[in-house]
Structures are given as structure tokens and as C-alpha cells.
């Protein structure tokens, strides 16, 4: 599975490096990455504008609502809410949707909440085999992660987003004390974190990110009592790269380091990407 993954993630990362190439030249829009309509919903307080549909291809994911793999279709509805779903993540028998709500919008300050969940039925991955589908058979896992992000943009340059988020977690059926995809995915964990972000924008279609996941505490439920974890195995750093191709056609890719990635995709340094169109 990991291999066919890798293989997927370098042909569209391909595309993805071929598609930078051409962002170079501005793009002839009266807009930029910090206006309502380009500005990046991750990590941030932003929603999508009213009538606006985005669709989100990606791979190698660090999130539990985009590990392996994502096709993200999410709608603005106005007044600050968005509705967004992974169908790549259902077509294996994690059903998911994330709601967003972008509350306060003053010029030197927003603030927006997100709430999501996630049921993952283990009978239903049918991807996977062996003693890891004999194991994920056994349980079915509820996820139900809850944050509050503040957004400002210091300057014409520089955003900063610091977000805190709180994941409920629970595990149905009998797993003993071995640890599962959902463990690995960060869907069969409860955990409070910080996760701020800094924005710098050297061009009007260009965005670099920095990123980290700070968590406060982190538990893995258990039959006989939860599991801690220690911040040492939790914590997560990233970079990225954000650029605007054409009118609507945004691309990302991103380094992540973590214990996540080791035991997601056997490497602690590792790469992902996605593709975003809004229309």
C-alpha cells in the first residue's frame, strides 16, 4: 500500500513542480493569497466565500482528515460557514465531514471555529490485508476534533494564525493493547494541541508556511485504561510552499517532520502536496 502511495504522490507531484514553473508570472486577477477569495482555509480562521465550491486533491497527508489521501469537496454557504467532505476517505469506510464557521472578520483580527467528525468502521477498509485487516476488524472508532483559530495579518507580508484544538476519541470493540491504523491516522487518540502558523507572502501569488502541532497532552484509549503518550511522539514541524497558477488553481507542497510519518509512511522527514480548484 505504502508503495502505491509513493508512486501516485510522485506523478502528481510532478505535475505539481511543472505547474510552479508557470506561477512564476503574476496572475492577472485583482486579487491575492490574503484576499477572501485566495486566502488559504488550513490552519487559518477563513472559510470559504458564499457560493463557493472547492475541490482538493492531495496525498501523504499529516492530519487525520488527509492521511494517505484526500478529495476534498467543500461548499461556502455564506455568512462564514463552509461544509467539507473527504471522499477519498469514504470510498475506504471512514465516513467524515468538517463544518467551519468564520465568525468575527475585522480588518486586524478574525476568529473562526471548526468542528468535524469522523466515524471509521474497521470492516469496511477493504484496502487493507493480512494481520493489519485481521486487527483493524476489531474496532470501530469515533473521532470528533473541535477548534478555535485566530487569524491576523501583521502586515502586507506576514500572517499569524494560532489555533487550539481539542480531539475526542474512542475506540468500539476489542484491540487489547496493540495500536491500529486509526492510532496512526490520529483518529484513535484524544489530544488538546496548539498549532500555530506563519504566513509570508513575497509575492501576490506566493505563499510560504511554517507550521507546528504542539500537543498538551495526549491519550490513546484503552479497555484496561488509557494510554499516554509523550509530547517527544506527538509533536509535528512542517514547511510549505502555497502558489496561486491560475484564476481559481492553487497548489501546495509541504515537508513534514514527526513520529506520525514513521509510523504512517515509515520516514519521519516526508513530503505531501494537494491541488485545490475553487470555482
Not at 32 to 53: I, M, N
Not at 150 to 156: D, E, F, V, Y
Not at 162 to 190: A, H, R
Given at each position: 500500500m505504502r508503495s502505491t502511495l509513493r508512486s501516485a504522490s510522485l506523478a502528481l507531484l510532478g505535475v505539481t513542480v511543472a505547474l510552479s514553473a508557470n506561477a512564476a508570472e503574476p496572475v492577472s486577477a485583482a486579487s491575492?493569497?490574503?484576499?477572501?477569495?485566495?486566502?488559504?482555509?488550513?490552519?487559518?480562521?477563513?472559510?470559504?466565500?458564499?457560493?463557493?465550491?472547492?475541490?482538493?486533491?492531495?496525498a501523504l497527508?499529516?492530519?487525520a482528515g488527509d492521511a494517505f489521501a484526500k478529495l476534498g469537496v467543500a461548499y461556502g454557504f455564506g455568512a462564514g460557514v463552509q461544509l467539507e467532505l473527504n471522499v477519498a476517505h469514504a470510498s475506504v469506510g471512514l465516513l467524515n465531514a468538517t463544518a467551519r464557521w468564520h465568525f468575527i472578520d475585522t480588518r486586524y483580527f478574525d476568529l473562526g471555529a471548526r468542528v468535524g467528525f469522523w466515524y471509521g468502521r474497521g470492516q469496511w477498509f477493504w484496502i487493507l490485508s493480512g494481520v493489519t485487516k485481521d486487527l483493524v476488524s476489531k474496532v470501530d472508532v469515533i473521532n470528533v476534533p473541535v477548534s478555535l483559530?485566530?487569524?491576523?495579518?501583521?502586515?502586507?507580508f506576514v500572517e499569524l494564525?494560532?489555533?487550539?484544538?481539542?480531539?475526542?476519541?474512542?475506540?468500539?470493540?476489542?484491540?487489547?493493547?496493540?495500536?491500529?491504523?486509526?492510532?496512526?491516522?490520529?483518529?484513535?487518540?484524544?489530544?488538546l494541541a496548539l498549532n500555530p502558523v506563519l504566513r509570508f507572502f513575497p509575492t501576490d501569488s506566493t505563499a510560504i508556511e511554517l507550521g507546528a502541532?504542539?500537543?498538551?497532552?495526549?491519550?490513546?484509549?484503552?479497555?484496561r485504561g488509557d494510554i499516554d503518550r509523550p509530547f517527544s511522539e506527538t509533536w509535528a514541524a512542517e514547511i510549505g510552499l502555497r502558489s496561486r497558477f491560475a484564476r481559481g488553481l492553487f497548489?501546495?507542497?509541504?515537508f513534514h517532520y514527526g513520529k506520525t510519518g514513521e509510523e504512517l509512511y515509515g520516514a519521519r522527514l516526508y513530503p505531501s502536496f494537494d491541488v485545490e480548484y475553487r470555482l
Open positions: 491575492d493569497l490574503q484576499s477572501p477569495s485566495d486566502v488559504s482555509t488550513r490552519g487559518s480562521a477563513y472559510s470559504l466565500p458564499g457560493g463557493t465550491w472547492a475541490f482538493d486533491l492531495g497527508g499529516a492530519g483559530t485566530a487569524s491576523t495579518q501583521l502586515s502586507r494564525d494560532l489555533g487550539v484544538e481539542y480531539s475526542y476519541s474512542t475506540l468500539l470493540g476489542s484491540l487489547g493493547n496493540e495500536d491500529s491504523i486509526f492510532v496512526d491516522m490520529q483518529l484513535g487518540m484524544s489530544r502541532a504542539l500537543p498538551i497532552f495526549t491519550t490513546i484509549p484503552r479497555e497548489g501546495s507542497l509541504r
